[in-house]
């Protein structure tokens, strides 16, 4: 039992590593705005804008991803809307990472103290102005830690997507794999890149907790 | 006309009626103090007035506009009521200038280095110049007492409401609030205060209102009320009250 | 949807269900797994000496940063390539399970130090050996407290046993794309079916999980706080 190793494997997994990393990107972004859109509505929202947010929260958490891929992908297009595998990709991983989002937003904006929104409203502020300038840059913070954990598990969750056609880092590792029947190495290869990332994004996501740090206002881990 | 009118106040919370009728008035310039024993409704009372709590029934004028109408732009009214809260409620996440500077950006529209100037002025008067870079975690309680004094001041309040502006804090730090709110006094500015500090209430206030399960059971000059007063149970209070707490402050 | 779609759909629910029942086989290998190998990676990392404690905290870091897809791949097609027999349902058995076990172990660490070292101290105090003092004391409470947090990794890896399907376990959601291979029409009411299977499934399990939380409830001893929310 040997072990083989090509460095032309690097430049192809390369290619697949920056798909990785928009989709990532892209998905996490669209999970952001929408998942504190969600969260808003969860927690200031009334009857039906409350329900809808919730049962939103509640389908996406409760489902798998790869479920949720597949009927983005193949579902709407058995009823005639056609998605490019990318935009499919982004679009369902998008929708459930919001829901997550959602989720760590909202205990965000529950763990701010009470009193803060009492006083911003006894200077005149708006509940939107409220919000805007008390309670979101607090919950913001409060949220990195759980939210970088978040980030962690959406850049691993994108390796599904091979399974609609896109070449990623994951996909491209098969694609290589199944050409050469070396599939320890390059899984192994592909592991370790992953892994590199996923200290990468760590350390930043660490020190950007550090740049915004206030003392006195505590993170909720 | 007087600057604020209090009539029939009534709140309930579930089952417990915290204000059950209070009516008063405050004319400009005044100082009046509430006390009384806690959970009689003196904290439900000062939220009511600039509705952060929404009283049930009864009606509040400001400068002859009325506060409870549902047609009055109420964001209005609390930027000229100010409000010093118990435990402080300084924005975590703000300076001690940014916390003074907020409103007026945000709310009087006003520019950045205007609002700048005004807030440093503030800082200033309440002796806090010296801090205005600092997080209100930096600060001790007294200090942050004075920083959300200053945010209320820098306003132009027609009137400040205080809920028990010294009570978060050590007795050590209690003497430098009450100073500034007592050169406040001097300056002409109206008050509602809510205190367990006798000496404050008997030196500053220009009458005392006793309250007790949500109704005002009497009010009247320091010097009456504390002397002699018409109500049995505001002596008792008064007597042992001073024992608790003492007459310094 | 044609009348013919439908018939269709209704009749491939039983072999979605059978394929259910696979899923919820691996979920139980899985979950044992995660959590035997769990517990131990999380005692090594509280009470062993430094090389080994550091050993632990280096496979908890390895199976948290590797996405489960290359992890299946890394064990099923890896072993197989150095001729180790392996049937895709224990590869991903042994994938999803040392991945759970990571996560578990930063449950049972975190519910482990909440109890605290007095605890220790105390058992200690009153002649017990370490390993009985972790069997008898500190593991009772620390399991208590993990129970929150472990029910969301529960709900997590259920859902994953999906990804199985990728090395070729035919669970349910394998058996959806053959019906959908068949009728592409039949994509997103089969998808939203196995959706629904999955919800019922999480719910059944976050209220049997409430249902022991409350059982082995102590008056007075409340998790705060232990593990992570995701």
């Not at chain 3, 632990?56 to 870091?61: D, I, L, N, P, R």
């Not at chain 3, 990728?166 to 291979?181: D, L, P, Q, S, T």
């Amino acid at each position: 039992m040997e072990l083989i190793f090509r460095w032309e494997w690097l430049p192809q997994l390369g290619k697949g590593l920056v798909l990785t990393v928009e989709l990532t990107a892209a998905c996490i972004s669209i999970g952001a705005v929408l998942g504190l859109i969600l969260a808003i509505a969860r927690l200031y929202g009334r009857n039906v804008v409350y329900w809808l947010a919730s049962a939103y929260v509640q389908f996406f958490r409760g489902t798998p991803l790869l479920v949720q891929l597949f009927m983005v992908h193949f579902g709407l297009a058995g009823w005639g809307i056609r998605l490019s595998p990318l935009f499919s990709g982004i679009i369902a991983m998008g929708l459930n990472t919001a829901a997550y989002q959602a989720e760590y937003f909202r205990g965000a904006i529950q763990a701010v103290k009470r009193g803060q929104a009492l006083a911003a409203l006894s200077l005149g502020m708006t509940r939107w102005q409220t919000i805007r300038y008390v309670i979101l840059p607090q919950a913001l913070r409060l949220v990195l830690p759980a939210w970088s954990t978040e980030l962690v598990y959406m850049l691993k969750y994108t390796s599904i997507v091979y399974l609609i056609g896109l070449p990623d880092l994951m996909g491209i590792g098969r694609t290589i794999a199944s050409h050469n029947f070396r599939f320890f190495e390059i899984y192994a290869v592909v592991a370790l890149i992953y892994l590199a990332l996923v200290l990468l994004i760590t350390f930043a996501l660490r020190y950007v907790e550090a740049r915004i740090r206030v003392p006195g206002l505590g993170t909720v881990r | 006309m007087a600057l604020l009118v209090v009539e029939d106040l009534h709140k309930r919370y579930g089952k417990e009626e915290v204000l059950r009728g209070v009516s008063f008035v405050l004319e400009r310039g005044e100082t009046k103090v509430i006390i009384g024993p806690s959970g009689t409704g003196k904290s439900t009372l000062l939220r009511c007035i600039n509705r952060l709590t929404e009283p049930d029934r009864g009606r509040i004028w400001l400068n002859g506009v009325e506060v409870t109408s549902p047609r009055t732009n109420i964001y209005k009214i609390r930027a000229q009521i100010g409000f010093v809260f118990q435990d402080f409620n300084l924005f975590t996440h703000l300076t001690a200038l940014d916390n003074v500077r907020l409103g007026l950006i945000r709310v009087k529209g006003m520019g950045k280095r205007e609002a700048t100037e005004r807030a440093m002025r503030e800082l200033e008067r309440v002796g806090l110049g010296d801090k205005a870079d600092a997080y209100p975690a930096q600060l001790s309680g007294g200090q942050q007492q004075r920083v959300s004094i200053a945010r209320a001041l820098a306003m132009d309040p027609k009137l400040i409401l205080f809920d028990e502006p010294t009570s978060a804090l050590d007795p050590e730090l209690i003497g430098e609030v009450l100073q500034v709110m007592i050169e406040l006094a001097e300056g002409g500015m109206t008050m509602l205060v809510v205190t367990h500090e006798m000496g404050f209430a008997r030196s500053v206030a220009d009458e005392i209102i006793f309250m007790e399960k949500g109704v005002i059971v009497e009010q009247g000059p320091p010097e009456v009320l504390f002397t002699n007063p018409r109500v049995p149970r505001t002596a008792e209070f008064l007597r042992k009250i001073t024992e608790f707490y003492g007459e310094s402050g | 949807m044609t009348a013919v779609d439908w018939q269709n759909l209704v009749q491939g629910i039983p072999s979605l269900l059978r394929g259910l029942l696979v899923n919820l086989e691996i979920l139980f290998g899985l979950i044992a797994l995660g959590f035997a190998v769990g517990i131990l990676i999380a005692l090594i990392q509280v009470y062993s000496p430094r090389p080994l404690s550091a050993l632990a905290v280096g496979y908890e870091w390895f199976f948290r940063g590797v996405p489960e897809m290359v992890l299946l791949m890394l064990i099923y097609f890896g072993l197989r390539q150095f001729r180790v027999g392996i049937t895709p349902f224990i590869a991903a058995v042994i994938a999803l399970g040392l991945r759970s076990s990571a996560y578990q172990s930063q449950i049972f660490r975190g519910a482990i130090q909440a109890v605290g070292r007095r605890q220790m101290m105390a058992a200690l105090s009153v002649g017990m050996t370490r390993l009985q003092a972790i069997r008898h004391v500190i593991l009772p409470q620390a399991l208590r407290l993990s129970i929150p947090p472990w029910s969301n990794e529960f709900s997590s890896v259920l859902k994953d046993t999906t990804l199985a399907s990728a090395i070729g376990v035919i669970e349910v959601f394998k058996k959806a794309r053959f019906i959908m291979g068949r009728n592409y029409a039949l994509a997103l009411p089969i998808f939203m079916v196995v959706a629904l299977f999955f919800l019922f499934l999480t719910y059944a399990g976050n209220w049997a999980l409430g249902a022991l939380e409350r059982r082995y409830r102590i008056p007075g001893f409340e998790a705060k706080g232990a593990g992570e929310r995701f």
